[in-house]
């Protein structure tokens, strides 16, 4: 019961902040405030018995969090419609096409997104993913049975899709298989904990968590051997080659966010921050040198709390205590 509320809450943060796609994949979406609440009386996720394969009805805009098979039949054109798919931390997406009934010519599509647009801002940013921009968006109708399977890189993927006539309809499973090295992640819940390592590879990894939250710093091993835990982001650590931001903004894509804090150098916490923004990010920065490892510990903050520290702050982007 408490996974489903958390679920929910999850789903209802996501709808509150709009789904906005770049309007070059998907145009006005004409779903409703009511609409969306209303997605939030059905059942997100179930115990489904490992020999059964979980199966229910695609939604014009749907959030998928569990495996299984969907299918999406329109009853009318549905021109501009999108579905959220997130996984455990340790696991990645995985969406095959099992059957596909809509008409390319005529201007359908069905287009999955290796990661999640929210109001123009993608997820993870451009800095953050191995592919560029236009590879991360894979089209059905210029793929067709070439690619009937798309993997995504981390914990969430997105699919697009506009169907003109009544009747068209397309089948897909969902899978998730295990990710043994995550990287650039969105959390389920507001709180939990997290060990992100980067194994010897050059590469930036972002943990996001899609609300205001305490982060706690455990640990950080960055293969230095300097002592001191938190710096301000100004000047920054940008210098060091490797280490760890804070991030807090109340947009998707790291890039655009605000430096709350930086850490490079080597220490066993706890350090501390409230960072009462929208989204909140721990994101890591790895030259490829050296194995880097960061654990940290995050909570939602309560009202009281965000009211205080929204008096106390003096940053303009966001309240930080």
């Known amino acids: 019961m408490e996974g489903t509320f958390r679920e929910q809450l999850f789903f209802l943060v996501l709808c509150l902040s709009f789904l906005k796609g770049d309007t070059r994949y998907i145009e006005e979406n004409d779903i409703t405030p009511e609409g969306l ?22 939604r014009c805009l749907d959030m ?10 329109a009853d009318r054109p ?6 959220f798919f997130i996984a455990e931390p340790d696991q990645v997406i995985s969406v095959e096409y099992n059957s596909v009934d809509i008409d390319c010519r005529g201007g359908d599509f ?7 647009v929210m109001k123009g801002e993608k997820f993870p940013s451009s800095q953050d993913h191995a592919l560029p921009l236009m590879e991360r968006y894979v089209d059905y109708c210029d793929s067709g049975t070439v690619r009937r399977t798309m993997r995504s890189s981390q914990n ?6 506009r169907i003109h006539t009544a009747g068209s309809s397309f089948t897909l499973t969902v899978r998730k298989p295990i990710n043994p090295f995550p990287c ?11 060990t992100m390592v980067i194994p010897q590879q050059h590469r930036n ?4 968590i899609i609300y205001p939250v305490e982060i706690k710093i455990a640990e950080l091993s960055l293969g230095h051997l300097n002592d001191f835990p938190i710096k301000r982001s ?3 650590c940008a210098g060091a080659g490797d280490f760890v931001e804070l991030l807090g903004g109340n947009g998707m894509d790291p890039s655009k966010m605000f430096p709350v804090a930086d850490l490079c150098y080597n220490f066993n916490g706890p350090a501390q921050m409230k960072i009462g923004c929208d989204n909140t990010v721990v994101r890591m920065v790895s030259s490829g040198k050296f194995v880097n490892r960061v654990a940290f510990q995050y909570r939602l903050l309560d009202r009281q709390e965000l009211q205080r520290i929204k008096v106390n702050s003096v940053e303009d982007f966001c309240f930080t205590g």
């Open 37 to 58: 609440f209303a997605l939030l009386n059905s059942e997100l996720k179930r115990e489904i018995p490992e020999t059964l394969i979980y199966r229910r009805p695609l």
């Open 184 to 194: 650039n992640i969105i959390s389920q819940t507001p709180e939990g904990s997290f």
């Open 110 to 116: 069905i287009k999955v997104f290796d990661g999640w």
């Open 205 to 208: 990894c972002s943990f996001s």
């Open 234 to 236: 100004i000047p920054g």
């Open 78 to 83: 549905q021109l501009s419609c999108a579905a």
């Open 64 to 73: 998928v969090a569990v495996e299984g098979q969907f299918t999406f039949t």
């Open 156 to 161: 969430v993927a997105m699919l697009f899709f």
